[in-house]
């Protein structure tokens, strides 16, 4: 009798073990599966928590169905988030597309500050080869150009039929993700209270600040006659996530190039603009 029920024990506990294997297995083919996707997830999840207030108003305070309050949070993210970032995407995709088409516009003036760096430093910083590997790159670049717009596309499609659903169900949600949290109530309400501060200081703020040190830096880069001012200021935009560097990887490299075509005063003033400009992002940080 002892031996069946050890046996039983044994199987019971290989069957578990054996579930808790596949399982394992699955969510790791699951999420691999998702990578592609992530950046989609992530941005429904982030605007989720951005929105949740607005939709508990609407729900409760003005007595609106779901699928309506859904839909219209939905129209204000896509008015307030996806049509601003769409537009950045499409000024970034519509110059490397020019550049894609004509190569001549990026190895003409790649040739001509080459033999700037030569005529001054004397070093050859390109030769006949190197133009031809850069040459056949270019190909290459459009091909990512185009992937990367499909998967933004795709992960846009994916922001916004996992947001209508994550605001449907969101009270639901929370319930349930509030059960795996190893805290009492209270600690649970403030953690959770703790995360949506931090997720819409981080959601908000950055992206703002981001804003801001660009058309900073857009002013700058007109003042001292940068070619394609508008797209080093979009480019500056972006840089500002980079950690340390920042900013200064563009406007850095144009005073240079400023420095190099023989605009002293421009490059000079450029410089001490991007100081400052770098002094106030790493103040901010």
Known sequence: MNQRIQKQNIREKYWRYSLYVILLGLG???FVELIPFLGGLLGALTIYVLLRGQMRALTIRHKLRRSLAASLL???AIVCFLIPLSLLV???VAKLQDVTLDPSTVIQPIRNLAELIRERIGYNLLDGDNIAKLVELLPR???WVLQSIGS???NVVVLLFVLYFMLIGGREMESYLRKFIPFNRTVTQEFTREVVMIVRSNAIGIPLLAVIQGAVALVGYWLCGVPWALFWGVVTCVATIVPL?????VWLPLAAYLGLIGHWGAAVGLLAYGCLLYTSDAADE
Do not use: M, P, R, S
């Not at 560097?245 to 990887?249: D, E, F, H, P, Q």
């Open 245 to 249: 560097l920042g900013t200064a990887l």
């Open 74 to 76: 939905i129209g204000e």
């Open 90 to 92: 499409w000024l970034l």
């Open 28 to 30: 790791t083919v699951i």
């Open 152 to 154: 933004f596309a795709v």
């Open 141 to 143: 670049a459009g091909q």
